[in-house]
């Protein structure tokens, strides 16, 4: 049976339990997401969507596609699979291919980057080559590489994006993705990998031997709090972003797609983050790890575990629309069974302000549940006839 466990926060208590507030109004959005096709905002400590245009719409995300490959990376080496210093060797065949198509590193067979230097070149510029070269490095073939990618995606709830080149090159296609399954790569990024985020995203320079690389990323050193995350550009994708920032504790991830030129998408960047920042606000509800609440155990050697965020978690609200009611709701499949991990995923916190669309935020089990053993079913048994 899914459990609903509802619960209002503190603010709830006095007037407004007894009256029934105006309804939230939304502030309008900057002008220049006129013209974008696909457009989408989200405050990432409380999971609500503050704009969104064609959020589930597919596109070609041309180079954005490449942080999908920095996130398979990201993975292996926080794994203790892939070492920074790994070197890797340039094939013959890929630099033939690869040597100044698009943006690269230039990387030839008398090369041997390391990790740090391909990420480096994937993060800052975009290089084609490089995504290339680890792909095959590492798994043997861009086909292998890329089935990780999707396996990544389908364990992330990607459910609507699929990959079928390392670095987004044109493809007819057959690579795309969606504004909301960005969000949630760039979610698992940032809230992953951190260390590795911080290392590789938001860099505007960086140097490959006598090759000088910058990075095309409208928001960063111009934005404050902006630290990434990529560009990208081709003929038919138009020109888009998956763009971050972090201010007085909160985390926005946006996502523009299809724009008609790198100008427009530029302005609307930091604009929209701006906009994100200044016209809305935090109510802040559960530390990092805090217990939301605590969840029922079936068949474990304990009776409950807590259920944790891996962020701190707070409610948005427009300016100026502070007495709005905020409603909690924990949503899982329950009684939990166990065995539970620490750190595993068991539910979600959804989080309404208003009547504007709620936000979701996962949870996670804050300790270990052993399975069972025979006291452990005697003790639970007694404690259930008496409770």
Request: glycine share 8%; net charge positive.
């Amino acid at each position: 049976m899914k459990s609903f466990l509802k619960f209002a926060v503190s603010s709830l208590v006095g007037a407004s339990l007894l009256t029934a507030p105006a309804a939230a109004r939304a502030p309008a959005p900057p002008a220049e997401l006129n013209s974008i096709p696909v457009s989408l905002l989200v405050d990432i400590g409380s999971g609500q969507v503050l704009v969104q245009r064609r959020p589930d719409v597919p596109f070609l995300p041309a180079s954005v596609t490449k942080v999908m490959t920095a996130f398979v990376a990201f993975e292996e080496i926080d794994a203790g699979r892939l070492a920074l210093n790994r070197k890797f060797q340039v094939q013959p065949e890929t630099s033939r291919e690869w040597f100044a198509k698009g943006t690269t590193m230039y990387l030839t067979p008398d090369d041997h980057p390391t990790t740090k230097d391909l990420l480096h070149g994937i993060m800052t510029a975009s290089a084609n080559d490089a995504s290339i070269v680890l792909a095959q490095g590492y798994a043997g073939s861009v086909a292998k590489w890329t089935a990780r990618m999707n396996a990544a995606a389908k364990s992330l709830g990607m459910s609507r994006s699929h990959y079928n080149t390392p670095n987004g090159w044109m493809d007819e296609g057959h690579t795309y993705v969606t504004a909301s399954d960005l969000v949630k790569l760039a979610d698992a990024m940032i809230t992953r990998h951190p260390q590795l985020y911080r290392e590789f995203s938001g860099r505007k320079h960086y140097f490959w031997r006598d090759v000088s690389m910058r990075s095309h990323d409208p928001t960063v050193g111009v934005v404050p709090g902006a630290d990434g995350i990529k560009t990208g550009y081709t003929r038919e994708a138009g020109y888009n972003f998956l763009g971050t920032a972090q201010r007085d504790g909160r985390r926005l991830v946006m996502v523009l797609a299809g724009s008609p030129t790198h100008t427009v998408r530029d302005k609307a960047a930091r604009d929209l983050l701006e906009w994100g920042f200044s016209q809305w606000h935090a109510r802040h509800l559960f530390e990092q790890g805090q217990t939301v609440i605590e969840a029922k155990v079936q068949d474990g050697d304990a009776r409950e575990v807590p259920l944790v965020a891996n962020r701190e978690v707070h409610a948005t609200l427009p300016n100026g629309e502070g007495n709005q009611p905020i409603s909690l709701s924990v949503h899982y499949r329950g009684p939990l069974q166990a065995p539970l991990r620490k750190g595993e995923q068991v539910g979600e916190l959804e989080i309404k302000v208003g009547d504007l669309a709620p936000g979701r935020i996962p949870l996670y089990a804050g300790r270990d549940v052993g399975k069972a053993g025979a006291l452990d079913r005697l003790v639970n048994g007694i404690i259930n006839i008496f409770s």
